[in-house]
């Protein structure tokens, strides 16, 4: 299989990727990640840690790692209309919190939004622009309160 885009060539811009780095526990991470976010308009209607789940399933012994699904309701409707639907196939959008070491959390997030004019699940038009914008900015608004 050939992927219709070749990722070394992608620029984190093109994604949405951003990335922080926070000093304290994993747990004080995770609800201030939660927190931030809440103010910066999302909701977090999924949470849920892959690190206790591959360990108790499969011995993985991974270190502290958390999913949270944030969601702007208003913004997931409008970007449900403009993918015909599609673009529920990505909801929610993830921030994750992984432990780097002790004390030392990796705050990570790329935009579905970004993601789906990319493959082509949104169309590139001036709708899904200002939804690409607007989650941009909400997304930018949380991460300079992190």
């Not at 070394?8 to 990335?19: F, N, T, V």
């Not at 999924?46 to 591959?54: A, G, H, M, T």
């Not at 970007?79 to 673009?87: E, F, I, R, V």
Request: net charge negative.
């Amino acid at each position: 299989m050939t992927l219709p885009i070749d990722p070394a060539r992608l620029d984190p811009e093109d994604i949405g990727e951003k990335e922080a780095v926070l000093s304290m526990g994993h747990e004080e991470a995770i609800e201030h990640v939660r927190e931030v976010f809440t103010d910066a308009g999302f909701g977090v209607p999924v949470e849920f840690s892959p690190s206790d789940l591959l360990n108790e399933k499969v011995d993985a012994d991974r270190d502290p790692y958390y999913v949270l699904g944030a969601c702007n309701p208003a913004v997931a409707d409008r970007a449900l209309d403009a993918s015909n639907g599609q673009l529920g196939a990505l909801f929610p959008c993830n921030v994750v919190v992984w432990e780097e070491e002790p004390g030392r959390q990796r705050v990570y997030h790329v935009s579905i939004m970004r993601i789906a004019r990319l493959v082509g699940m949104a169309p590139d038009d001036e709708e899904m622009a200002d939804i690409v914008a607007e989650t941009g900015e909400l997304v930018d608004a949380a991460f300079e309160e992190l």
